[in-house]
T-cell receptor, first 112, second 108 residues
């Protein structure tokens, strides 16, 4: 296993467009997390899944954001009607139960 | 959410031990103490975690105070590759809340 992968690594979009990011966790990990990180700040928790169930969502996750993990494996994070304030690094992490999280390299989103 | 307090930045000389402090006076009995680090332009990397007893792994050691209100991450022999932002985090349910961390500079 090569670790957590994220696709794309970079995305530039115009304000108002929808974007979707994909995360492939480590195969034996049952938990998957999404974070957002802006320059100079630590990652902010967005949401997490245990298998296919979405167990918690941050209040940062407005109704323009939706995340899925349909088969308990990969996950997608969609942002509808993007705004300039959505520009950030979107990080995915996975773990087995409460073990250490393995983070992916992130998807850098730029909204112009 | 239980919070942690870390120095904004620290410096250390290469090949010397580094002690990174973290205060967490409002820690609850079930909170684990996690440490992650983030190298430039990379995602965070798990370092170590513990509950009450001191912990060692190949990367570092974690020393936890007896009252659990503080902890120290110990890098036994710092290298230039250890220059990163180090985050001390208390687990809150199943999510990890990152603060601003300590930026560690390693001097050659």
């Amino acid at each position: 296993d090569t670790g957590v992968s994220q696709d794309p690594r970079h995305k530039i979009t115009k304000r108002g467009q929808n974007v979707t990011f994909r995360c492939d966790p480590i195969s034996e990990h049952n938990r998957l997390y999404w974070y957002r990180q802006t320059l100079g700040q630590g990652p902010e928790f967005l949401t997490y899944f245990q298998n296919e169930a979405q167990l918690e969502k941050s209040r940062l996750l407005s109704d323009r954001f939706s995340a899925e993990r349909p088969k308990g494996s990969f996950s997608t994070l969609e942002i509808q009607r993007t705004e300039q304030g959505d520009s950030a690094m979107y990080l995915c992490a996975s773990s087995f139960d409460l073990g250490g999280r393995d983070f992916g390299p992130g998807t850098r989103l730029t909204v112009t | 959410d239980a919070k942690t307090t870390q120095p904004n930045s620290m410096e250390s000389n290469e090949e010397e031990p580094v002690h990174l402090p973290c205060n967490h006076s409002t820690i609850s009995g079930t909170d684990y103490i996690h440490w992650y680090r983030q190298l430039p332009s990379q995602g965070p990397e798990y370092v170590i975690h513990g509950l009450t007893s001191n912990v060692n792994n190949r990367m570092a050691s974690l020393a936890i105070a007896e009252d659990r209100k503080s902890s120290t991450l110990i890098l036994h022999r710092a290298t230039l590759r250890d220059a990163a932002v180090y985050y001390c985090i208390l687990s809150v349910s199943d999510k990890i809340i990152f603060g601003k961390g300590t930026r560690l500079h390693i001097l050659p």
